[in-house]
């Protein structure tokens, strides 16, 4: 059973760091590209960044493009959401997601429990 756990949510003043961790079990890591989501309250589930299977490829929202960076370590089976510059907006429980294959198609099949991040203005 696959299984997704994310931690390093916390609450942060803007213009903050913050690094998000998702470790992943139960299939091999290393063939499934992986994205990050989030949820604010009141609003629907976003896409946030996407990494391919090797890492050598990513993909971002635009709302957070050049302040997140999505990377990956196949060793540790993990998949990392590094954010800077945080703003109020950023304000979520975010979400790491396994894909159904190695490619970034937006298609994923687990689900984290979610790690709540909080940015104070």
């Known amino acids: 059973q696959v299984q997704l756990v994310e931690s390093g949510g916390g609450l942060v003043q803007a213009g903050g760091s913050l690094r998000l961790s998702c470790a992943a079990s139960g299939r091999t890591f290393s063939n499934y590209a992986m994205g990050w989501f989030r949820q604010a309250p009141g609003k629907e589930r976003e896409f946030a960044a996407a990494v391919n299977y090797s890492g050598r490829l990513t993909s971002y929202a635009d709302s957070v493009k050049g302040r997140f960076t999505i990377s990956r370590d196949n060793a540790k089976n993990t998949v990392y959401l590094q954010m800077n510059n945080l703003k109020p907006e950023d304000t979520a429980v975010y979400y790491c997601?396994?894909?159904?294959?190695?490619?970034?198609?937006?298609?994923?099949?687990?689900w984290g429990q979610g790690t709540q991040v909080t940015v104070s203005s």
């Open positions: 997601a396994s894909e159904r294959g190695a490619s970034i198609r937006r298609d994923y099949d687990y």
